[in-house]
């Protein structure tokens, strides 16, 4: 028995220094591991993140934590989702702070999310008007861009935040009731506006995607400092598994491990190390 305790804290902390160590490539993951039920607002866990999700006053009832991640094939996915449901007469906003993310001309960022429009508006008129996406914040919640389901189409697209989506940031892909999506953005960013590219449903099989289905170039980013998502006028719709990183390979890998269950197994296996080695000088 004791040689399997041994074994189980060698693995346990071998994991821990590996996710430690893994978990740095990537700028920020959430993967809305919380209780079911509870509002998305207060919630405190993923990584590289300053804060929590805050949503103001009233609008902090409409995104919840459901059972369930959303699943995409090869893509990893752990914990619980999201779930948003605002009324048709308001919208809800939550936001985050990240730590930041210069955009240094030159660079490459990828963003990720899980996307599931579970149903459409029926109160307002076009029925597409209801949208939903995650937007990227420059310094203090500025201007960002949207990733998702736009209000000017039923198909998916890129956007500026507030504003509306046009030509070429509106995909020819439609979005289809209750199913999953993968939303991948890439940024490559320049000493103007940006390069921002959409990949609807890439097959992750393939590595690195590169044809995209809708693009965007006249916005400059600068800086990224947190995220958030937008959504309207009586939809519901679930999303999960937020993440970005330098690199395609760092955002899909599937070999990243939950830091935090590794601690906690880690953790009694330290604290009996230091009891041997303290009976061990008393002997």
């Given at each position: 028995m004791k040689r399997k305790i041994h074994s189980l804290c060698i693995g346990a902390s071998a994991l821990f220094a590996f996710s430690l160590t893994t978990k740095a490539d990537v700028k920020f993951s959430e993967s809305f591991n919380y209780t079911p039920g509870l509002t998305v607002d207060g919630q405190n866990g993923g990584t590289g993140f300053n804060g929590a999700w805050v949503e103001a006053g009233s609008s902090s009832e409409f995104d919840t934590i459901q059972a369930g991640s959303?699943?995409?094939?090869?893509?990893?996915?752990?914990?619980?989702?999201?779930l948003a449901v605002p009324p048709s007469d308001f919208t809800s906003t939550p936001f985050r702070d990240a730590a930041t993310i210069p955009g240094v001309p030159g660079s490459t960022l990828?963003?990720?999310?899980?996307?599931?429009k579970n149903s459409g508006n029926t109160t307002q008129?076009?029925?597409?008007?209801?949208?939903?996406?995650?937007?990227?914040y420059g310094p203090g919640g500025n201007q960002g861009v949207l990733i998702g389901d736009s209000s000017e189409s039923a198909n998916f697209a890129l956007g500026t935040a507030g504003a509306p989506s046009t030509g070429g940031e509106i995909s020819g892909v439609p979005i289809a009731l209750g199913q999953t999506t993968l939303l991948v953005a890439k940024i490559d960013f320049q000493p103007g506006a940006d390069n921002i590219s959409l990949f609807v449903n890439p097959d992750l099989a393939l590595g690195e995607p590169t044809i995209p289905n809708a693009v965007k170039n006249d916005l400059d980013?600068?800086?990224i400092s947190g995220i958030g998502t937008v959504q309207g006028f009586d939809a519901s719709y679930s999303y999960d598994e937020i993440r970005a990183a330098s690199t395609f390979?760092?955002?899909?890998s599937t070999s990243v491990p939950d830091s935090s269950s590794a601690a906690w197994i880690a953790l009694p296996c330290l604290m009996s190390a230091a009891m041997r080695r303290y009976r061990a000088r008393r002997a």
């Amino acid at each position: 028995m004791k040689r399997k305790i041994h074994s189980l804290c060698i693995g346990a902390s071998a994991l821990f220094a590996f996710s430690l160590t893994t978990k740095a490539d990537v700028k920020f993951s959430e993967s809305f591991n919380y209780t079911p039920g509870l509002t998305v607002d207060g919630q405190n866990g993923g990584t590289g993140f300053n804060g929590a999700w805050v949503e103001a006053g009233s609008s902090s009832e409409f995104d919840t934590i459901q059972a369930g991640s959303l699943l995409y094939p090869s893509y990893p996915s752990s914990g619980n989702s999201a779930l948003a449901v605002p009324p048709s007469d308001f919208t809800s906003t939550p936001f985050r702070d990240a730590a930041t993310i210069p955009g240094v001309p030159g660079s490459t960022l990828w963003v990720s999310y899980l996307f599931q429009k579970n149903s459409g508006n029926t109160t307002q008129s076009p029925l597409d008007s209801d949208y939903f996406g995650l937007v990227l914040y420059g310094p203090g919640g500025n201007q960002g861009v949207l990733i998702g389901d736009s209000s000017e189409s039923a198909n998916f697209a890129l956007g500026t935040a507030g504003a509306p989506s046009t030509g070429g940031e509106i995909s020819g892909v439609p979005i289809a009731l209750g199913q999953t999506t993968l939303l991948v953005a890439k940024i490559d960013f320049q000493p103007g506006a940006d390069n921002i590219s959409l990949f609807v449903n890439p097959d992750l099989a393939l590595g690195e995607p590169t044809i995209p289905n809708a693009v965007k170039n006249d916005l400059d980013l600068q800086v990224i400092s947190g995220i958030g998502t937008v959504q309207g006028f009586d939809a519901s719709y679930s999303y999960d598994e937020i993440r970005a990183a330098s690199t395609f390979a760092e955002l899909t890998s599937t070999s990243v491990p939950d830091s935090s269950s590794a601690a906690w197994i880690a953790l009694p296996c330290l604290m009996s190390a230091a009891m041997r080695r303290y009976r061990a000088r008393r002997a």
